[in-house]
């Protein structure tokens, strides 16, 4: 089993910026893909951003690319999220997953079927 554990959320105004946290525990050694997902109210989840524990491939939501920026410290296990330029529109619960398998592909690392270990989430709120 792997724990994960958000942190970083808040409220902020649009054109801000927030970075987002996330550390797993548990039996991290088998991580593979670590991904961030989002879901607002009243919608249904969708993908933000994806990275292998190695290697440098990185794929975004294309409603994120080149404001969001996703990173990894595998010595601490964290994943984060970096958001700049925020919209009101990004105002989510945010989330990590984890998957064992490593995807360089988006198709794959895209999908929420694809990560077997998520987070309770951080909400993230972005006023206009």
């Known amino acids: 089993q792997v724990q994960l554990a958000e942190s970083g959320g808040g409220w902020v105004q649009a054109g801000d910026s927030l970075r987002l946290s996330c550390t797993a525990s548990g039996r991290t050694a088998g991580i593979g893909n670590l991904a961030w997902f989002r879901q607002a109210p009243g919608k249904e989840r969708e993908f933000v951003a994806s990275i292998p524990r190695i290697g440098d491939f990185t794929y975004y939501a294309d409603s994120v690319k080149g404001r969001f920026t996703i990173s990894r410290d595998n010595a601490k296990n964290t994943v984060f999220l970096q958001m700049n330029s925020l919209k009101p529109e990004d105002t989510a619960v945010y989330s990590c997953?984890?998957?064992?398998?490593?995807?360089?592909?988006?198709?794959?690392?895209?999908?929420?079927?694809?990560?077997?270990?998520w987070g309770q989430g951080t909400q993230v709120t972005v006023s206009s």
């Open positions: 997953a984890t998957s064992r398998t490593m995807y360089y592909s988006g198709d794959f690392a895209s999908r929420d079927q694809s990560y077997a270990y």
